[in-house]
Each structure stands twice: as C-alpha cells, then as structure tokens.
C-alpha cells in the first residue's frame, strides 16, 4: 500500500524523485547526499529505481533510525560495504579499521561479533545502526555494556574494549587499554564487570575534549597507591607536577582540590 502511494506513475519502481516525495512525508530531508547513499545500498539491482522487496528493505530499517542521521549512518556504512553487498563483511571491516587503527586481527573478529547479532558472520545495516545507536545512549551505559558484551559472559574483555574503542572513533593502542585496565579493573581480572565498565563509560563522557590516553597515565602514574583516587598530597603534587610542570603552594593546591572534589569525599 506504501509503495503504491508513492510510484506516483504506476511503473513498479520507485525513482530518485519519487524518493524525495516518500522522504518528505516521512519528515526526513531528503538530500542529493541521502538519495545516493539510498540508492548505493538498497538498489541491488543498480537501475537507479526501488524495486517493492528494495523499497521494504528501505522502509523497515528507517523505521530503526531514529533520532540518527540516515545520510550519516549511511554514508559509513557504504563506505566499508565496498562490495556494495549491503553487508559488511570481515575483510572489509579488517581493510577499514587498519587503515584508521592500531588492530589486530582478534580485534577485528570481536567487532564483527559485537555488531552480528543474527550471526550470520556479516553486518548489516540495521546491525550496523543499532550499535551506532548504542553509543549515542552513554547515558544508559548498560545499553552499552550489552552490545559489546559480544559472548554474553558478563564481562567486558580486552578485546571486546579495543572493539569498542574504535567504534568510539579512538585508537586502541595496547598501552592505553592497558591504563584503562589499571584504572577500571578494580578486582584485576582484566576484564571490566559491569559496575567498572560503567564507572568507566561515565569518565569518557567528560574527557571529550582530550586525549583519554595520555588523562589516564597521568592519573595512574600520580596515584600511587593505586586507590582509584587521588586522596594524598604527595598523590595530588605529582598530578598537579604533570599537569603545570610545578609544585604549587599548598593554599593554590586545597583551591584545586576543592574545585576538583565535586562530591565532597
């Protein structure tokens, strides 16, 4: 019924202009940039029209969407997908990643499994979105936890973190998953249970607008004792030494201290 609404000439396919009217009513913007990411991966068949079984493809997953942007989304995905398959594949994913990160191959398998819920080996769209999505839902970082849970044991694995960190757009270099494991892996079992992984997902939601890494070593090198804090000023000198190049008074370093101790403990 959808698909007869919008072949406004009764041809059996929908065209590029028929798209933009669909798009329209659907209160999507429907972009020269959109209807070409459309076209690259829903038009199997490549004649530059939507067939019924492509434009039901298109339907189901943008109902999935959201809140997230289809011309983005889209645009990432055919950028991997170089087969133009419609599916994203392991070597692709692999050619993809090496060409950004510092990976390995257990890396790259664990990524597929984090997105392959249906496991069929492959990445799909809607896959590929929902742990796009999960992402963007750092406030429930459960949502998070369970989609790079990939096995389901109930823990977050090292190689399950790198995945992570390069779906975070960050490139996981052994030494700085090792700083994240010093600082998180409470119980040292080098994995993160859930309460460290989300102690940890709400510390990355304020470190945006720096390098995660080189925070973290600061902050592990200053805490000496270990503690998951800084609580002693021989802790709180070597942070501020690392952080200014000087030892500060210890006036200017209480004002720090209770600037920076927004809880009070």
């Given at each position: 019924?959808?698909?007869?609404e919008?072949?406004?000439?009764?041809d059996?396919?929908?065209?590029?202009?028929e798209?933009?009217?669909?798009?329209?009513?659907?209160?999507?913007?429907?972009?020269?940039?959109?209807?070409?990411?459309?076209?690259?991966?829903?038009?199997e068949?490549g004649?530059?029209?939507l067939?019924?079984?492509?434009?039901?493809?298109?339907?189901?997953?943008?109902?999935?969407?959201?809140?997230?942007?289809?011309?983005?989304?889209?645009?990432?995905?055919?950028?991997?997908?170089?087969?133009?398959?419609?599916?994203?594949?392991?070597?692709?994913?692999?050619?993809?990643?090496?060409?950004?990160?510092?990976?390995?191959?257990?890396?790259?398998?664990?990524?597929?499994?984090?997105?392959?819920?249906?496991?069929?080996?492959?990445?799909?769209?809607?896959?590929?979105?929902?742990?796009?999505?999960?992402?963007?839902d750092?406030?429930?970082?459960?949502?998070?936890?369970?989609?790079?849970?990939?096995?389901?044991?109930?823990?977050?694995?090292v190689?399950?973190?790198?995945?992570?960190?390069?779906?975070?757009?960050?490139?996981?270099?052994d030494?700085f998953?090792?700083?994240?494991m010093?600082?998180?892996?409470?119980?040292?079992?080098n994995?993160?249970?859930?309460?460290?992984f989300?102690?940890m997902?709400?510390?990355?939601?304020?470190?945006?607008?720096?390098?995660?890494?080189?925070?973290?070593?600061?902050?592990?090198?200053?805490?000496?004792?270990?503690?998951?804090?800084?609580?002693n000023?021989?802790?709180?000198?070597?942070?501020a030494?690392?952080m200014?190049g000087?030892?500060?008074?210890?006036?200017?370093?209480?004002?720090?201290?209770?600037?920076?101790?927004?809880?009070?403990?």
């Amino acid at each position: 019924k959808i698909f007869k609404e919008y072949d406004a000439d009764g041809d059996g396919h929908i065209s590029a202009k028929e798209l933009k009217t669909a798009l329209t009513e659907m209160e999507i913007i429907p972009t020269d940039a959109l209807i070409q990411e459309i076209m690259n991966h829903y038009d199997e068949d490549g004649n530059g029209k939507l067939d019924l079984d492509e434009f039901d493809a298109l339907v189901s997953d943008l109902k999935k969407f959201g809140e997230a942007d289809a011309e983005e989304v889209l645009g990432m995905f055919n950028a991997i997908d170089t087969d133009q398959s419609g599916y994203i594949d392991e070597e692709e994913l692999r050619q993809a990643m090496a060409a950004k990160f510092d990976t390995d191959e257990q890396t790259i398998k664990a990524m597929v499994k984090v997105a392959d819920k249906d496991g069929d080996g492959k990445i799909s769209v809607s896959e590929f979105l929902a742990m796009i999505m999960s992402l963007n839902d750092t406030d429930d970082p459960k949502t998070v936890f369970d989609q790079f849970d990939a096995d389901n044991d109930g823990k977050v694995s090292v190689t399950e973190l790198k995945a992570l960190m390069m779906a975070l757009n960050v490139n996981p270099r052994d030494s700085f998953i090792k700083e994240l494991m010093k600082q998180y892996d409470r119980d040292g079992n080098n994995q993160l249970e859930f309460k460290e992984f989300e102690k940890m997902i709400q510390d990355f939601k304020h470190m945006e607008e720096t390098d995660p890494e080189e925070l973290l070593k600061m902050f592990n090198d200053a805490d000496t004792d270990k503690s998951g804090f800084l609580d002693n000023d021989e802790e709180f000198q070597k942070i501020a030494a690392a952080m200014t190049g000087e030892k500060l008074s210890g006036e200017v370093l209480d004002a720090i201290i209770a600037e920076a101790d927004v809880d009070g403990n």
